[in-house]
């Protein structure tokens, strides 16, 4: 089998990467970029200070914060009135996985116009588009370095995937002192949202050596320090260990790809509101458990790796151990059901049939190594309900 990767052109990793921003597109010969952000980090002041040093480089930004948790098509009509309005030569995604979804998206309609619909999976688009810049705020989406965006319908409410080259950043600047304010709920949530990144790339249909390599590193480090970076924001290397696997783990599934649990996520999110990463670990222990017979030596790996289970372990021994230290870490993180998140019974089991749907026409769930039908799917929202 041959294996189509691809990385980002640029990579800036370490503590004061942010200050090289400027650098960076400079050096890319760009001068007028978008920084696309949140209301978050504009309010809190993060942004002026990219912006400040983006000008002291010589360039001439312009702030976009109209950013929204799982960005809409709605969302994005600001944002293209914006990046026009600026003649943007570039588009920076400064934020977590939705101000970095959104630049994705905005540096593509900005060139080729249309609707997200006309671009949601499974086409694969190949460009052209604006270059981005990625500048992760959290430790989990991996979207710096991943050739994939997911924007909601505001019509429909289906959180559209998105893939292919032109989705992929151009650079990326990964500075840990951005993550250092994650507060425990978050720094939770992204962490096991690497977790499953890692883990899905690893027992893809479509892993591969070089997307294995990352997967596996990436979920011996998040079993050494997620629980760190959770008790002790200020724990500052198990944090800078947290941020280098969530974008080891975005590289794994970019060039791999995710499976069931993001498939059955992506509705939950739609529907329900619930953040990506929060929507990943309430699946995740179930849908690990339907799918490990048919991988038992994939994911026994993976127990291995995050230090559930010893190497004497048999693969089957270890898979299912797997699942055991899943639902204790998701435990110890304090991941709710949706029925303790509030959502409404009802409700939930009304959209059941409709996410099921989703979810299979996503295309993730068959890269899983049980590719299940639109019942077992319903079965499993069902069981991880309450």
Not at 91 to 112: C, E, N, R, Y
Not at 341 to 367: C, F, H, K, V
Request: overall charge negative; some cysteine; hydrophobic content about 45%.
């Amino acid at each position: 089998m041959v294996a189509s990767l691809s990385l980002p052109r640029i990579m800036r990793v370490g503590r004061g990467a942010a200050d090289e921003l400027g650098d960076v597109l400079t050096g890319l010969g760009l001068s007028r970029p978008l920084l696309v952000t949140d209301g978050f980090l504009a309010g809190s002041g993060a942004a002026e200070r990219l912006l400040a040093g983006l000008k002291g480089a010589g360039l001439h930004p312009r702030l976009f914060s109209g950013t929204v948790p799982d960005p809409t098509t709605d969302s994005l009509a600001p944002g293209l009135t914006a990046l026009r309005a600026h003649e943007a030569d570039a588009v920076i995604g400064f934020g977590g996985g939705s101000p970095m979804d959104t630049a994705k998206a905005l540096a593509l309609l900005g060139v080729q116009g249309g609707h997200m619909h006309d671009y949601k999976a499974p086409r694969v688009n190949l460009g052209p588009a604006l270059p981005v810049i990625a500048v992760p705020t959290t430790a989990g989406s991996g979207s710096e370095a991943t050739q994939f965006t997911v924007i909601t319908d505001s019509a429909t409410d289906e959180k559209m995937l998105c893939l292919g080259p032109a989705f992929l950043p151009l650079a990326a600047v990964i500075d840990v002192e951005l993550t250092m304010s994650m507060p425990p709920r978050l720094t939770a949530d992204t962490g096991l949202d690497a977790l499953t990144h890692a883990v899905e790339a690893y027992v893809s249909r479509k892993a591969n050596p070089f997307s294995d390599s990352l997967a596996l590193t990436a979920i011996t480090t998040i079993g050494r320090h997620l629980h760190r970076a959770y008790a002790d924001g200020a724990d500052a290397p198990a944090r800078e260990a947290m941020m280098l696997a969530a974008t080891q783990a975005g590289i794994a599934f970019s060039n791999s790809s995710v499976a069931l649990v993001h498939g059955m996520s992506r509705p939950i999110g739609a529907h329900f509101h619930v953040a990506h990463g929060l929507s990943n670990a309430m699946l995740f222990p179930a849908v690990t458990a339907f799918s490990v017979h048919a991988a038992p030596g994939r994911y026994a790996d993976c127990a291995r790796a995050l230090g559930a289970a010893p190497p004497t372990d048999t693969d089957a021994v270890a898979a299912g151990k797997l699942v055991d230290a899943l639902r204790c870490l998701c435990r110890d993180l304090e991941v709710p059901t949706p029925r303790a998140y509030g959502i409404d019974q009802d409700a939930w089991a009304r959209l059941t049939p409709l996410m099921a749907e989703q979810a299979l026409a996503s295309g993730s769930p068959a890269n899983n190594p049980v590719v299940p039908t639109t019942d077992q799917i319903q079965d499993l929202y069902t069981q991880i309900y309450g």
